[in-house]
């Protein structure tokens, strides 16, 4: 599993092959929708180990201060807690899945009710919906 996006809403990433009989099963299950997407890896699987190990390197150069708002790291669904742990959870992000349900719930959990979508399209307007349908009435769409 690469992306936990909203509740029946998931991204799996893998080999080509591999994914071929994923979505031959989940079709065959009475997925809502089942499509590849055409990307350059297999984003947030072990497959990308190389590019983390490379990250990890490069950030080590790296001095991160303190978060002077809330950041939430998409490995955790929570808040950065201090600016020593960023290094490790944006390399993690490569290899593990992205917790985007996770995420949106925490940031309720916390009381952030109202929520912006910066660039064009409502993807993410349309995953809120998913997860919470009294936030989605808030979010606002921010257009360039």
Do not use: C
Not at 27 to 55: C, E, N, W, Y
């Amino acid at each position: 599993m690469a992306n936990y996006l909203f509740p029946q809403g998931r991204v799996v990433s893998g080999d080509k092959d591999a994914l071929e009989v994923v979505q031959k099963a989940a079709a065959a299950a009475g997925a809502l929708k089942v499509q590849m997407v055409a990307v350059s890896g297999a984003f947030h699987t072990s497959r990308m180990d190389p590019a983390a190990d490379a990250l990890k390197q490069v950030l080590e150069e790296v001095t991160f201060k303190e978060p002077r708002i809330p950041v939430y790291s998409n490995v955790t669904g929570q808040p950065f807690t201090d600016a020593a742990s960023i290094s490790g959870l944006l390399a993690r992000q490569l290899v593990e899945p992205v917790m985007w349900e996770g995420t949106v719930k925490s940031m309720i959990g916390t009381g952030k009710t109202s929520l912006y979508e910066l660039g064009p399209g409502a993807q993410i307007k349309a995953m809120v919906k998913r997860i919470d349908g009294n936030v989605w009435k808030t979010v606002v769409n921010v257009q360039p």
